[in-house]
C-alpha cells in the first residue's frame, strides 16, 4: 500500500505536468497548446465506458474480451493524439517549437502520474 509520501509526490509531479502545459501556452500568447488537456480528460472515458460494458461476472475471461480491448485501443489513441498534437501545431507553425516542447513534457508527466497513481493504488482481486 502506498504512503503518504508516494501521494504527495505524484500529485507535485501532476501539477508540475500542468504548469508546464498552461506556461506554454501563457507564455507565447497562443492557446492552442491548451487543447491538449481535452485529450486528458477524454483519454480515461473509453476505459471506463468499456469496462463497464463488459460483463465483470463471467467465466471465460478470454472470450468476451473485444469491448475491453475496444476501450483500451481507443484510450491509446487519445494519449498518442495527446503527445502528437502539439507537434503538429508547432509543424504547421501555429505554435512555437518551445511550446511544442513544454507541452509535451507536461502531457507525459501528466501520463507518467496517472498510470503510477494507478500502479500503487490498485486493488487486487483474489477468488
Known amino acids: ?5 508516494t501521494i504527495i509526490a505524484l500529485s ?15 507564455l507565447f500568447k497562443n492557446y492552442l497548446p491548451l487543447l491538449v488537456v481535452a485529450t486528458y480528460v477524454v483519454a480515461p472515458l473509453p476505459n471506463w465506458i468499456c469496462g463497464r460494458a463488459a460483463n465483470p461476472d463471467d467465466f471465460m475471461e478470454n ?3 473485444a469491448i475491453i480491448d475496444f476501450g483500451r485501443f481507443c484510450t491509446g489513441f487519445f494519449v498518442v493524439m495527446g503527445i502528437a498534437l502539439p507537434a503538429l501545431l508547432a509543424h504547421c507553425e501555429l505554435i512555437r517549437y518551445p511550446a ?3 507541452s509535451i513534457i507536461g502531457g507525459l508527466l501528466i501520463y507518467g502520474t ?11 482481486q483474489d477468488f
Do not use: D, P, T, W
Open 1 to 5: 500500500m502506498a504512503g503518504l509520501k
Open 12 to 26: 507535485f509531479i501532476l501539477a508540475i505536468g500542468f504548469l508546464l502545459v498552461i506556461l506554454s501556452s501563457a
Open 63 to 65: 472470450s468476451g474480451n
Open 100 to 102: 511544442m516542447v513544454m
Open 114 to 124: 496517472i498510470i503510477s497513481f494507478k500502479m500503487f493504488f490498485q486493488e487486487e
